[in-house]
């Protein structure tokens, strides 16, 4: 029987790397019945993790789709990656999700990666919940957590409506706040028996507390209950229950919830709160986007009734069956056999067959109705972030932004005949993931592959071995660097070429200006009075873009400019798309070396955490990486020294770290902004780039 739209969830789990995101997956598959036997991360077989390198590593790489069922409720979940060198995965799993289970280490409370995935959350306006786990570790102090949401992530609103009974070795399960009751767990049935008992003595004050601190937090959801509180009526469990979910929905609260995803502990409290707080389908806002053919901002209701209209988040290569498209289906149907406009490149694409994920297997459906999320199979020309809708009632919705690379090696197969091999394999990891740039030298007759980090990259060489069947040699990291512009430059170009027969002639005027940092590129035509024809603008801005590929200063991409073409003139009969095209790439060339080049390099925000004794080794190592201290914290007997330093500069920082202090530091590091260098070191920098270029060309 199809699952009603306001019992479906689709979740997603968030959090840093090693706060148990993925053990926390398999015991909800354990206990929704999805799978008998519970898998392992340390083990190496947790069915989340099902790429070879992510059971090796014990991390998760890639995000990884699974529906099951609990109590009546169709649950759609994406357990994400952890480490930010995979952050692509987060970002486009919280585009098209409609709720989040934020998970947190009782331990550790909120690292680096948390606020990251904090701050994607925020971004698509994703309602959570909030599980903080690992309450058996030594150390574990839930209360702590519940501060360091609030400093850290401004998360305010975070509210226990469970809290933990025991910790460390003695963590039995957890007090139910809204019942006022004690759940303790069977260690022997993997907790799928527990005990619902009265609450310990011991703990009755600390249980009224939080009691009474969730009961002033729902009741200031409805005048009414808040006037019966005032008087001394609480609401009951239903009007509880009810205004929980009504203010996590509005992004008013947090719940928070306690417990042991490893020690099976707290778990189906969590299932029951994805259930109860986070939203369907139909709670979330209508979904727009525009009509292509009128420009006009339209919406559409989370209804099977309305037109097709959904979003392509993710394109994975099967070995087997080929390009597999994730998709989220926001209003109509999608069927097998039909077809959908794909309205980002303007083409119909047939929808060959449909399946649901579980991890790496599939299951064939013969639709994906409204609010349901899936893959389809064989879909030409669709990339991540594509719109997909009804031919007659086009509609492209919002795409999703990813950030630049910041890293980048060269490539080459071990032998010459593998070459096409390789570039088979490039072409489809880069339409796998947005975040992984290929790109020809031609000076170097080089492949040039950059992405978010070190592993990122190691990971994806190690794949073309493993998947393709292809050995490459790869070159020492090279920073991505970027060129932009420091001043205004209004520049002219006449391209006029005459080889007897019918010759080129464009000519264009264009202002060429910086713009603020992260805006990339702007395009403006100011053409009045028909100077150049509107069949040439296009080609205008082909040629200008093309130019910005590669940077004439330095030889790396442009980014920040804003380009106003504002006159120019044409030739009846030798003026063309390519001359134009041409005329424009020639300028902006010129324009850029007039307009002040500057190289722009990654910036990355690094943090710290190691033993109070060794703050001055830290701060000391950062300063010769021209590090900038943004913070220093004190947890007890544990530092922590939060700075932003160039990418330039971390290069093997890991292992000095690790030396310099005994192995007792640990540092994670994600990139913050772009930022100019010095006009001495661009210019060292151009230098050794021609020079390099020049001696692998020779």
Not at 109 to 131: C, D, H, L, M
Not at 187 to 200: N, V
Not at 325 to 332: A, E, K, P
Request: aromatic share 6%; net charge negative; charged share 30%.
């Amino acid at each position: 029987m199809k699952t009603p739209l306001s019992k479906i969830r689709n979740i997603g789990i968030i959090a840093h790397i090693d706060a148990g995101k993925t053990t926390a997956t398999e015991r909800i598959l354990f206990y929704t019945g999805k799978k008998h036997k519970i898998g392992e991360v340390h083990d190496g077989d947790a069915t989340m993790d099902w790429m070879d390198q992510e059971q090796e590593r014990g991390i998760t790489i890639v995000s990884a789709a699974t529906t099951t069922f609990w109590k009546d409720h169709k649950v759609n979940i994406i357990d994400t990656p952890g480490h930010v060198d995979f952050t692509v995965e987060v970002e486009r799993s919280l585009r098209v999700l409609d709720g989040a289970v934020g998970l947190f280490c009782s331990v550790s409370g909120v690292q680096p990666q948390s606020e990251t995935v904090w701050r994607q959350a925020e971004k698509y306006n994703v309602p959570r919940i909030a599980f903080v786990n690992k309450m058996d570790r030594v150390g574990a102090d839930f209360y702590k957590v519940i501060k360091d949401m609030a400093k850290k992530l401004g998360a305010t609103t975070a509210t226990p409506v469970n809290i933990p009974l025991g910790k460390e070795d003695h963590f039995q399960g957890v007090i139910d706040l809204i019942n006022m009751k004690a759940i303790i767990y069977d260690d022997s049935s993997h907790g799928m028996e527990f005990e619902i008992t009265d609450i310990p003595e011991d703990m009755k004050e600390t249980a009224d507390h939080w009691r009474k601190h969730l009961l002033e937090a729902v009741c200031e959801q409805d005048e009414e209950l808040l006037t019966n509180y005032c008087e001394g009526i609480e609401p009951n469990r239903e009007q509880i229950i009810a205004m929980i979910r009504k203010a996590t929905i509005n992004r008013e609260m947090i719940p928070v919830l306690a417990g042991s995803a490893f020690k099976n502990k707290g778990v189906q409290e969590l299932l029951d709160a994805m259930t109860l707080f986070l939203p369907s389908p139909e709670d979330r806002d209508n979904i727009k986007g525009i009509n292509p053919d009128t420009d006009q901002v339209e919406e559409r209701k989370a209804s099977q009734d309305e037109p097709l209209s959904a979003l392509a988040f993710k394109v994975v290569t099967h070995p087997q069956i080929g390009k597999l498209t994730y998709v989220r289906v926001y209003s109509g149907v999608l069927t097998t056999g039909s077809y959908a406009l794909n309205t980002t490149r303007g083409k119909k694409v047939r929808v060959s067959r449909l399946a649901q994920m579980h991890a790496n297997k599939m299951e064939n459906v013969d639709e994906l109705s409204c609010g349901e999320i899936g893959v389809a199979i064989g879909l030409s020309d669709t990339l991540t972030g594509a719109s997909l809708a009804d031919p007659s009632n086009p509609l492209v919705l919002e795409s999703i932004q990813f950030p630049e690379p910041v890293i980048s090696v060269g490539i080459q197969p071990k032998s010459r005949s593998d070459r096409e091999k390789l570039d088979i394999a490039l072409i489809k990891l880069a339409e796998e993931d947005p975040t992984f740039k290929v790109r020809y030298n031609d000076e170097t007759e080089e492949t040039e592959i950059s992405g978010m980090g070190e592993l990122h990259l190691e990971i994806l060489v190690e794949r073309i071995r493993r998947e393709f069947n292809v050995d490459s040699i790869v070159s020492t990291p090279q920073v991505a660097y970027k060129e932009s512009i420091s001043k205004e430059v209004d520049i002219e170009h006449k391209y006029i070429k005459q080889t007897g027969g019918r010759g080129q002639y464009g000519h264009v005027k264009m202002i060429v200006e910086p713009q603020e940092s992260g805006k990339e590129f702007e395009f403006i035509n100011k053409i009045k009075g028909g100077s150049i024809p509107q069949e040439f603008i296009n080609p205008i801005e082909k040629g200008v873009r093309e130019a910005l590929v590669k940077g004439p200063y330095a030889r790396y991409p442009v980014v920040d400019v804003k380009v106003t073409l504002y006159d120019g003139s044409f030739h009846e009969v030798d003026s063309s798309e390519r001359s134009f095209k041409a005329a424009a790439m020639m300028a902006m060339r010129d324009a850029i070396l007039k307009g002040k080049p500057k190289l722009l390099q990654p910036i990355m925000s690094v943090e710290i955490t190691g033993p109070t004794d060794s703050t001055g080794t830290i701060t000391k190592v950062l300063c010769s990486k021209q590090g900038r201290i943004q913070s220093m914290d004190t947890e007890g007997t544990t530092q922590v020294v939060k700075a932003e330093a160039p990418l330039s500069a971390m290069f093997g920082f890991v292992s000095e770290l690790r030396t310099l202090t005994s192995g007792r530091a640990s540092f994670t590091m994600e990139f913050s902004h772009f930022e100019a260098v010095s006009a001495e070191l661009g210019e060292e920098i151009r230098k050794k780039r021609t020079e390099d270029s020049k001696s692998l060309s020779a």
